[in-house]
Antibody, heavy 116, light 108 residues
């Protein structure tokens, strides 16, 4: 069974760093398309990171570009989101989610809450 | 930037058909995807590429896109369909993923 499980959320002071983890298991599709989407309290969804379907390039939403970065441990099937210099408006539930080549997200974790 | 506009709420009686719209400039030129999110849960993909249903989603769900409007239709609405529904597209020209603001579906 395909599954994504996030961890690492919590309370972080503005300007400090936090690293989120997403452990993937049972994936039948490419691991590199596991990315991050966030949802602010009581509000809607916002993409954070993506793999462009045409050039397979890692891209970041403008709101986090230059501050957040994605890395992977392919052997252990873990995706990390390094959150550097977080701001108050980064407070959100962070989901790792796999997207298809049409950039529809077909598998989601349960999310981890980050409070800045 | 590209904006997807959804009505904040839609109400429908049980067993009727709910129509949830998603409006944007020439949205028919993009692949539109739809998600269902129930309280305390992660979103679930219910429709992708305008009108394709994942295997686990019942046939009561359908979708279509024309011109500036994408529509998710849920026929024979049940109490369990009560949720927030989001539309989403990928804009390759600017490498941006866009979500609509979400529509709360209430079953009367």
């Amino acid at each position: 069974q395909e599954r994504l499980v996030e961890s690492g959320g919590g309370v972080v002071q503005p300007g400090r760093s936090l690293r989120l983890s997403c452990v993937a298991s049972g994936l039948t599709m490419t691991f590199e398309s596991v990315q991050w989407v966030r949802q602010t309290p009581g509000k809607g969804l916002e993409w954070v990171t993506l793999l462009t379907p045409d050039t397979r390039k890692q891209v970041y939403a403008e709101s986090v570009r230059g501050r957040f970065s994605v890395s992977r441990d392919t052997r252990r099937q873990i995706v990390f989101l390094e959150m550097n210099t977080p701001r108050f408006d980064d407070t959100a539930t962070y989901y790792c989610a796999r997207h298809r080549d049409d950039v529809s997200f077909d598998l989601w974790g349960r999310g981890t809450l980050v409070t800045v | 930037s590209y904006v997807l506009t959804q009505p904040p709420s839609v109400s429908v009686a049980p067993e009727k058909t709910a129509l949830i719209t998603c409006e944007a400039n020439n949205v028919a030129t993009k692949a539109v995807h739809w998600y269902q999110q129930k309280p305390g849960q992660a979103p679930v993909l219910v429709m992708y590429r305008d009108g394709i249903r994942p295997s686990a989603i019942p046939a009561r769900f359908s979708a279509a896109t024309s011109g500036d409007t994408a529509t998710l239709a849920i026929s024979g609405v049940e109490a369990g369909d009560e949720a927030v529904y989001y539309c989403q597209v990928w804009d390759p020209s600017v490498h941006e993923c866009v979500f609509g603001g979400g529509t709360q579906l209430t079953v009367l």
